[in-house]
């Protein structure tokens, strides 16, 4: 059997990882319904979703190899990084999906909005 191994955990959302299979576990399912479009939408390779069953969502490692561990050295080439780093830009530059309860393009909420006070409005 393999290890469970705790991502991330906070008072909104867990992650687990076993094996090749990641859980996540949140209280908001609207957040988790909007982490799913994005995938689908992704112009990157992004995980399986392998199954849905409110609050859980299981999604399958991503294929490939590991070019690093968080604090211990690289291990990826120069290459390889720079191909990582071509997908995120690529994945930067795709607009976003919208969001349930934003106005606006992409999601965008009414902050990027011009009003009538100020010629425009970033609180």
Known sequence: MDEVKVV?????RATLRVGDVF???DSDQARIDVEVEAM???PVPTPEVLWRKPPVLAIAAVP?????RL???STGSPAAWAAAGAA???LHD???PPRPGR????GASSRWRRNSTTSASCS
Do not use: D
Not at 8 to 12: I, L, M
Not at 64 to 68: A, D, M, P, R, V
Not at 103 to 106: K, R, V
């Open 8 to 12: 991330v955990a906070h008072s909104e």
């Open 40 to 42: 689908s939408l992704a």
């Open 103 to 106: 106005a606006g393009p992409g």
């Open 23 to 25: 859980l996540k576990v």
């Open 94 to 96: 795709a607009p976003l």
């Open 64 to 68: 490939g190899t590991t070019l690093g």
């Open 88 to 90: 995120i830009r690529k």
């Open 71 to 73: 604090g211990g050295p």
